[in-house]
């Protein structure tokens, strides 16, 4: 469905979500809980679940963290993955909990033995490790050489240990370069592929709440996805963790990658020719369509201008007119019908395509 050719990466399994290789782009989140509040982690992870996320990743703070991961992932109805910072024996007992897969930046581990420990209990429990690099990790020797955390001195870092890594004989990783600036993620990421076929977990780190969170992610993001590089991605957003598998299944749709597994609206901006509450029409049908977990493309369109050809490209459409909306599905007029009743009607409408796609 996408005219995307996508480099194809070594391919790696979290649980039972393939990663890289012809595997469709995963969409991942963050769980914003205590790790150590089981009850409430679980209940987070089964929203997002129902939001349509596919894997989950779990901040571990502490040992108890560790230990309550347990539970967690045998509960969790997706594959868990720990993060870990600065401390490899936390890595080592979520292992022993029985995680999906780790991550860790090898530059805050502390020392290369530490990050071998780690290696050493993931191949014994056949998990994939998530190498990450972001500016806050790197080397003192590069931060010197490059003057600063600039893109080539994260993707030296990140190619750095790519290759400690495999020299210990460990290649069941994915990896990861973050940063919280749009453009440093899209050179970061562009020069990190041409050097390693692991998968790519992409994400802009720390990039904000809604409106600058979602464009500054979708801006590295698109980019990169339309260059084909990319296996699983993250939308960072200082928000609840289920608003950013909406952005991500938004993107990928846009870029026609995954499709989404809800309504893909189309609307016009309205303009001088409106003669119906078009704004309201759209939120109310968003409102009242939101529990449609079908991929049906919709079009609300203000008057017939443009409302004919974006009709025959939707499963269902409304063309405004003065005070009415004509019902059209796939591209045949169904019927015409007065503004005040046009909601109710296209929700039955929808809802009755919805049972038979
Ligand atoms: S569809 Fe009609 S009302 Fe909407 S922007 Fe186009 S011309 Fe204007």
């Not at 420990?117 to 790197?138: D, F, Q, T």
Request: net charge neutral; glycine share 6%.
């Amino acid at each position: 469905m996408s005219l995307i050719r996508r480099k194809v990466t070594k391919q790696i399994k979290v649980g039972d979500v393939k990663i890289g290789g012809e595997a469709p782009i995963a969409v991942q989140s963050m769980t914003n809980t205590d790790t150590r509040d089981v009850m409430a982690t679980l209940n987070q992870i089964n929203r997002l679940y129902e939001a349509g996320c596919e894997i989950v990743r779990c901040a571990v703070i502490d040992e108890e963290a560790a230990k309550a991961l347990k539970i967690i992932k045998e509960k969790s109805p997706m594959p868990v993955i720990a993060d870990i910072h600065f401390n490899h024996r936390l890595a080592i007992l979520s292992i022993e909990s029985g995680v999906d897969c780790v991550r860790i930046n090898p530059g805050n581990i502390g020392s290369f033995d530490k990050v071998k420990e780690i290696l050493k209990a993931a191949y014994e429990h056949e998990i994939p490790l998530r190498i990450g690099v972001n500016s806050g990790s790197l080397e003192k020797d590069l931060l010197d050489k490059y003057n600063g955390p600039t893109a080539n001195a994260m993707v030296e870092s990140a190619y750095r240990w790519v290759k400690k890594i495999e020299d210990a004989n460990f290649t069941n990783m994915k990896v990861s370069i973050k940063s919280s600036d749009p453009l440093t993620t899209i050179e970061c990421n562009e020069k990190i592929s041409e050097f390693i076929d692991y998968p790519l977990h992409l994400g802009v780190t720390e990039a904000g709440s809604s409106r600058e969170g979602v464009i500054k992610s979708v801006s590295a993001l698109s980019v990169l996805l339309r260059e084909g590089i990319g296996d699983t991605i993250r939308i960072s957003l200082s928000e609840p963790p289920e608003k950013e598998i909406d952005v991500c299944y938004e993107l990928l749709n846009a870029l026609g990658l995954r499709k989404k597994k809800s309504i893909d609206f189309v609307s016009c901006p309205t303009c001088g020719r409106i003669e119906i509450d078009l704004i309201a029409l759209v939120n109310e049908l968003k409102k009242r369509l939101s529990n449609i977990k079908k991929p049906i493309k919709v079009a609300v369109m203000g008057c017939v201008v443009n409302a004919i050809g974006e009709s025959k490209e939707a499963d269902l459409a409304i063309a405004g007119g003065r005070h009415f909306g004509l019902i059209i599905k796939r591209g045949e007029k169904v019927k015409k019908v007065r503004e005040e009743f046009l909601v109710d009607e296209f929700v039955k409408v929808v809802e009755k395509y919805a049972e038979e796609v």
